[in-house]
């Protein structure tokens, strides 16, 4: 994920996406580039148009269902089911271990 925020931001301060300027802002923030990665993703950038791939992804963020606009807690806050929900949560995920990638 680093690679692409440093992307982006060369994107963003209108500087062209180079191996060279990836691995200056994975240094200044203080981590250890992978060269094999920057390679990677600069010669997968360059048949991206990064502006169009930003709307897109401003489309789908803005189509998530199921967020609500309100602040309204929702009944079973109100009631203190909380700790209930969450109970019945951890118990439906017990069953999904590794059989469950094998059908």
Known sequence: MQYLHAALVLHASGKKITEKGIDAIIKAAGGKPDESKIKGL?????????????????????????????????KDVKEGKTEEVEEEKEEEGDDLGLSSLFG
């Open 42 to 74: 600069v010669s997968t950038l360059t048949s991206i148009d990064i502006d169009e791939a930003i709307k897109g992804a401003s489309l789908v963020t803005a189509a998530v269902p199921g967020v609500s606009g309100t602040a309204e807690p929702s």
